[in-house]
């Protein structure tokens, strides 16, 4: 099982970036993923969800209105899209999924909002 974000950079206030998750050892779309976010000093928050069996999607109030999370099961990946973003959302940005009994991570991939 393996989770590998890409995506990250450095974006001026009010830009957009989209962020992808590609899983390998497991079928993504039969699992719940989880986009978390943590900023030095900071817990590790949950931003966005998207939950089996419909791919509901529910996200932390701080990013509702500006971010998407997404799936492309034919690319086993899927995608958090951040849009007007905020010099408050930099962070190194996480995957996660609960498969096979456990709670797998990506690396992370680091998100810098300034001008």
Same mark, same amino acid.
Not at 34 to 40: L, S
Not at 70 to 79: G, H, Q
């Given at each position: +099982? $393996?989770?590998?974000? !890409?995506?990250? =950079?450095?974006? $001026?206030? =009010?830009? !957009?970036?989209?962020?992808?998750?590609?899983?390998?050892?497991f079928t993504f779309s039969n699992y719940d993923a /989880?986009?978390?976010?943590?900023?030095?000093g900071k817990e590790r928050e949950a931003v966005a @969800?998207?939950?089996?069996?419909? &791919?509901?999607?529910? *996200?932390?109030?701080? +990013?509702?209105?500006?971010? /998407?999370? !997404?799936? &492309?099961?034919?690319?086993? /990946?899927? *995608?958090?899209?951040?849009?007007?973003?905020?010099?408050? &959302?930099?962070?190194? *940005? *996480?995957? !996660?999924a609960f498969v096979y009994g456990r709670r797998a991570?990506?690396? =992370?991939? @680091? +998100? /810098?909002?300034?001008?």
């Open positions: +099982v $393996q989770l590998v974000e !890409s995506g990250g =950079g450095l974006v $001026q206030p =009010g830009g !957009s970036l989209r962020l992808s998750c590609a899983a390998s050892g /989880t986009w978390y976010r943590q900023a030095p @969800q998207i939950t089996k069996p419909l &791919d509901s999607r529910s *996200y932390a109030e701080s +990013v509702k209105g500006r971010f /998407t999370i !997404s799936r &492309d099961n034919s690319k086993n /990946t899927v *995608y958090l899209q951040m849009n007007s973003l905020k010099v408050e &959302d930099t962070s190194v *940005y *996480y995957c !996660s991570w990506g690396q =992370g991939t @680091q +998100v /810098t909002v300034s001008s």
